[in-house]
C-alpha cells in the first residue's frame, strides 16, 4: 500500500464518458490504489466487470419481439405511494467522501435531477439532514435511509428517529453483514458523521478472542447482532414503509411479511461479506415466487447495464439498486457523474424494452426470458403502473 494517505489522485478528468463501460477506467484513474481496491472487493474484479452477481446478470438472454406497438411507453412505475419516472435507486454506500469530496451530497443531487430515490448509508461521511435535504424530490420519495443496528435497541431508534427527522420516506433494515472484516483504514477527515462515538460499525474489524473459551464471533459481534424479534420491534416503532435487505432465502421472505415489513432488498452485500453466496438473481425468482406480489421485491448486486436492469425485472424484482456503478459516476465527474450514469442505465432500460416489446414495466416479465418462458412456477411479478 502507498505510504501516503488514502486519497484522490490528480490525473486530468475528461470530458465526457460516452458509455457506462468508461466508468470504471475513470474512476480508478481518479482514485487512490488502496481505495480503489476497497471499492472493488468481493464481487468485482479490477476491471470493473464481475465474477458472480454481475456475470448472473449478463448470461441470462433475452428475447427479441420486433413488430410490436411500443410508442409512447415508459419506464414509469409506483414504489410505497411515490410515483417515480423509472425503477432505478441509488444503493448505500458507505464513506462516499473516499471516492469524491463533495461525497454524498453530490449523490444525492444527481439523485433528485432524476427523480432517483437515494438510500443513504448509516456509514454516510457526510450529514444526514443536509444529504436527506439535497436528494428530496417533488413526489419521488426523495431519501430513503439504511438502517444498521446499533448493537442495541435505545441507539438504534435514535438512529432510526433522526433519518425520521430528517425526512427519510422509507427505512431499509440490513441484516446481512453483522461480522464483516474492515478493508481499509479510513483517512483522518472521512468518519461515519451520523453515528453516536465511539462506533462499533459492522464493518470494523474482529475483535481479538479474550481467552481460549471465548470467540470473538459468538461472544462478541453475535451477541448483539439483531434477531427477528428485533425487526418486529422495529416493525412496531415506526411509520415508514419498512424493508428487509440482504434477504437470500425463500422462507426469510416470507418471515419478513409476517414480520411486517412492507417490502424487500434481494442482495448478497455485492459479495462483500459472505464468499460464494448465490447471486443474487439466482436468488430473486425463488423470493419472487414466495412473495407472489404481496410487496415490492427490490433487487440489489450486479446492476451494470440497463439490459440488466430488465433481466432483474422479469425475473420479479420491482425495481433496482444501483452500487458501483454511481460510485464510479461519481469518483470520475462528480454529482455529474452519477447523474450521468442514471441517464445512461435509463437510456439503456428503454432501449432493451423496446427491442423486446416491452412498452411499459408491466409488460417486463418471464417471457422476456429464453430460458424461463415456459416455466409455469414462473414468479408473480409487482405491479407496475400501465
Not at 469518483?331 to 432493451?352: I, N
Not at 429464453?370 to 412456477?377: A, K, P, V
Amino acid at each position: 500500500m502507498n505510504s501516503k494517505p488514502p486519497g484522490r489522485t490528480h490525473a486530468a478528468v475528461p470530458e465526457a464518458a460516452p458509455t457506462l463501460r468508461d466508468y470504471p477506467r475513470l474512476a480508478q484513474a481518479q482514485l487512490d490504489p488502496a481505495i480503489w481496491r476497497y471499492l472493488m472487493e468481493g464481487d468485482a474484479t479490477k476491471d470493473g466487470e464481475a465474477t458472480h452477481n454481475a456475470g448472473a446478470l449478463r448470461h441470462c438472454a433475452l428475447v427479441p419481439r420486433p413488430l410490436r406497438s411500443v410508442a409512447g411507453g415508459h419506464t414509469r412505475c409506483t414504489l410505497f405511494g411515490h410515483a417515480l419516472a423509472h425503477p432505478l435507486l441509488l444503493a448505500p454506500i458507505a464513506y462516499q467522501r473516499l471516492f469524491h469530496p463533495d461525497g454524498e451530497m453530490a449523490s444525492a443531487m444527481a439523485a433528485a435531477a432524476h427523480g432517483a430515490p437515494m438510500l443513504i448509508s448509516s456509514l454516510a461521511s457526510q450529514a444526514l439532514p443536509a444529504i436527506a435535504a439535497a436528494a428530496q424530490t417533488d413526489n419521488a420519495g426523495g431519501a430513503w435511509f439504511q438502517l444498521y443496528w446499533q448493537g442495541q435497541r435505545e441507539a438504534t431508534l435514535r438512529l432510526l428517529r433522526r433519518a425520521e427527522d430528517a425526512g427519510c420516506s422509507a427505512i431499509v433494515f440490513t441484516v446481512d453483514a453483522p461480522v464483516k472484516v474492515a478493508g481499509l483504514v479510513l483517512p483522518p477527515d472521512v468518519r461515519a458523521v451520523n453515528l453516536e462515538m465511539p462506533a462499533h460499525p459492522p464493518c470494523a474489524p474482529h475483535e481479538p478472542a479474550k481467552n481460549a473459551c471465548h470467540s470473538a464471533v459468538f461472544d462478541g459481534w453475535m451477541a448483539h447482532a439483531p434477531t427477528w424479534d428485533d425487526v418486529r420491534w422495529l416493525r412496531q416503532h415506526t411509520n415508514r414503509p419498512l424493508l428487509i435487505k440482504g434477504i437470500l432465502h425463500p422462507d426469510d421472505a416470507a418471515q419478513s411479511l409476517d414480520a411486517g415489513c412492507d417490502g424487500l432488498v434481494v442482495s448478497n452485500h455485492g459479495g462483500r461479506v459472505l464468499h460464494n453466496t448465490p447471486a443474487s438473481l439466482h436468488a430473486l425468482h425463488a423470493i419472487a415466487a414466495r412473495v407472489q406480489g404481496r410487496v415490492p421485491v427490490l433487487f440489489d448486486s450486479g446492476i451494470r447495464s440497463g439490459r440488466d436492469v430488465q433481466v432483474a425485472l422479469a425475473h420479479g424484482a420491482s425495481a433496482v439498486l444501483i452500487g458501483r456503478p454511481a460510485i464510479w459516476g461519481l469518483a470520475a465527474r462528480g454529482a455529474m457523474g452519477v447523474a450521468h450514469v442514471l441517464r445512461l442505465l435509463r437510456d439503456e432500460l428503454e432501449m432493451t424494452m423496446a427491442l423486446t416489446g416491452c412498452k411499459t414495466l408491466a409488460a417486463i416479465g418471464p417471457d422476456c426470458l429464453s430460458l424461463i418462458g415456459s416455466d409455469d412456477s414462473r414468479p408473480a411479478p409487482f405491479q407496475h403502473a400501465r
